[in-house]
């Protein structure tokens, strides 16, 4: 993570870690999210995002991040997955996805959308009141099939 804290420090941006596994579906409709042409360039005007490989079964155990599951712990998980955390340039947790002692997982509940956007403005507290429009519509767009 030096990289990624060298690169927040000189663009003054918090990290976002998001944690995933290649089982999770949740975790690919997160990444599916930040990916999106309308939400990566506001997302990534303000974090750094970085996601994080873990808790993999026994034949995908290569595609896990070395460390990652240590630094899952240490930010509050393993409380499911996807799990994601706000981290300043040094790599202190600003905030993670627990709310009340339980994960959000991916925000696409109303009070885990309310919790996101909290964290956003924790992460990020000169983020514009557009951009976290831009982000809370679109989760809120969202359509469960």
């Known amino acids: 993570m030096p990289p990624a804290k060298a690169k927040a420090a000189a663009e003054h941006k918090t990290i976002f870690l998001h944690f995933g596994a290649s089982w999770c579906g ?25 996601k994080l490989v873990v ?11 070395q460390g990652a599951d240590a630094l ?7 409380a499911g997955l996807p799990y994601s955390a706000f981290l300043d340039a040094k790599g202190k947790l ?19 959308i309310d ?19 831009t982000i809370e519509t679109a989760l809120r767009s969202f359509k469960k099939t």
Do not use: T
């Not at 808790?55 to 991040?65: R, S, T, Y």
């Open 115 to 133: 919790w996101f956007i909290q964290m956003m403005k924790k992460g990020a507290p000169n983020m514009s009141p557009n951009d976290l429009k």
């Open 72 to 78: 899952l712990k240490n930010l509050g998980g393993p």
């Open 94 to 112: 600003i905030v993670n996805s627990k709310r009340n002692g339980e994960n959000i997982g991916y925000p696409g509940e109303p009070s885990d």
């Open 26 to 50: 949740w975790c690919k409709r997160l990444d599916a999210f930040l990916d999106r042409p309308d939400i990566k360039p506001v997302f990534e005007k303000y974090f750094i995002p970085i």
């Open 55 to 65: 808790q993999e079964h026994d034949k995908n155990k290569a595609l896990e991040n």
